[in-house]
């Protein structure tokens, strides 16, 4: 794959607020075929589906998520439920990394109970040579822009990925 990570752009955040906080559940209309819920998938087994992010901030981003509309990793999973969801996390992750360049492998859950409630686990490979102040959460805030990459060479580097899997 080519190594140089596409610019970034500016990202209408407010748009992509009303969004995930009017539509439908994003990872349940995924699931369901929905579409303007368009995904490049992953992986997926009985209980977890992975698939890059529509908006990603860093090559590679993708997210993992339970099949199941549960919203807490603290009080919706019990402790097997949360392992699995884990290893498919690692298992994934290790396969991006190898597919894209890869300092340091970002690994978290966001959310809210107002927007993209669904449970999912964001993976998020952080390139090297990407200036100190500019890692961490700066480099995963949409605000400070998203990746300019069309849906072919999403669906490239999904095909990639898998091949990792
Ligand atoms: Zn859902």
């Given at each position: 794959?080519?190594?140089?990570?596409?610019?970034?752009?500016?990202?209408?955040?407010?748009?992509?607020?009303?969004?995930?906080?009017e539509?439908?559940?994003?990872?349940?209309?995924?699931?369901?075929?929905?579409?303007?819920?368009?995904?490049?998938?992953?992986?997926?087994?009985?209980?977890?589906?992975?698939?890059?992010?529509?908006?990603?901030?860093?090559?590679?981003?993708?997210?993992?998520?339970?099949?199941?509309?549960?919203?807490?990793?603290?009080?919706d999973?019990?402790?097997?439920q949360?392992?699995?969801?884990?290893?498919?996390?690692?298992?994934?992750?290790?396969?991006?990394?190898?597919?894209?360049?890869?300092?340091?492998m970002?690994?978290?859950?966001?959310?809210?109970?107002?927007?993209?409630?669904?449970?999912?686990?964001?993976?998020?490979?952080?390139?090297?040579?990407?200036?100190?102040?500019?890692?961490?959460?700066?480099?995963?805030?949409?605000?400070?822009?998203?990746?300019?990459?069309?849906?072919?060479?999403?669906?490239?580097?999904?095909?990639?990925?898998?091949?990792?899997?």
């Amino acid at each position: 794959m080519n190594s140089r990570p596409p610019a970034k752009v500016p990202f209408d955040v407010a748009q992509y607020a009303r969004r995930s906080r009017e539509g439908p559940c994003f990872v349940c209309a995924i699931q369901a075929g929905h579409p303007d819920y368009q995904h490049h998938g992953l992986y997926e087994d009985a209980d977890t589906i992975a698939f890059l992010a529509r908006y990603p901030t860093l090559l590679g981003h993708c997210l993992v998520a339970p099949r199941r509309h549960v919203e807490s990793w603290l009080n919706d999973l019990d402790e097997s439920q949360y392992l699995a969801l884990q290893a498919v996390v690692r298992r994934v992750a290790r396969a991006v990394a190898v597919t894209v360049p890869t300092e340091r492998m970002y690994s978290l859950s966001l959310g809210s109970q107002q927007g993209n409630a669904h449970l999912h686990w964001h993976i998020a490979p952080l390139p090297p040579g990407v200036p100190y102040e500019q890692q961490q959460f700066h480099a995963l805030m949409a605000e400070n822009g998203v990746l300019d990459i069309d849906d072919q060479a999403q669906e490239d580097l999904a095909k990639a990925i898998r091949s990792q899997l």
